[in-house]
Structures are given as structure tokens and as C-alpha cells.
């Protein structure tokens, strides 16, 4: 049962390192997007 649920943790730590990485993506295109907007 323990390794069951050590399994579920690293899962849901996998997703949530993924989720940021992509919002971190998503923000530094916007960021780009802003600058080339002021150029």
C-alpha cells in the first residue's frame, strides 16, 4: 500500500512541475509578445 501511495506523490509532483513549466512558457511568450508590441 505505502509504495502505491509514493507512487501517487511522485505522480502528482510530475504533473504539477509540468503545469508550471508550461504556465512559465505561456507567460514568457506573452512577455515577448508585449516587447515586440513596443518595439
Known sequence: MNDV???RHMIY???TDYDII???I???HQD???HLNWQ
Do not use: D, N, P
Request: glycine residues 6%; charged residues 20%.
Open 22 to 24: 508550461v504556465i512559465r
Open 26 to 28: 505561456l507567460s514568457q
Open 5 to 7: 501511495i509514493v507512487e
Open 32 to 34: 515577448a509578445g508585449r
Open 13 to 15: 509532483f510530475l504533473q
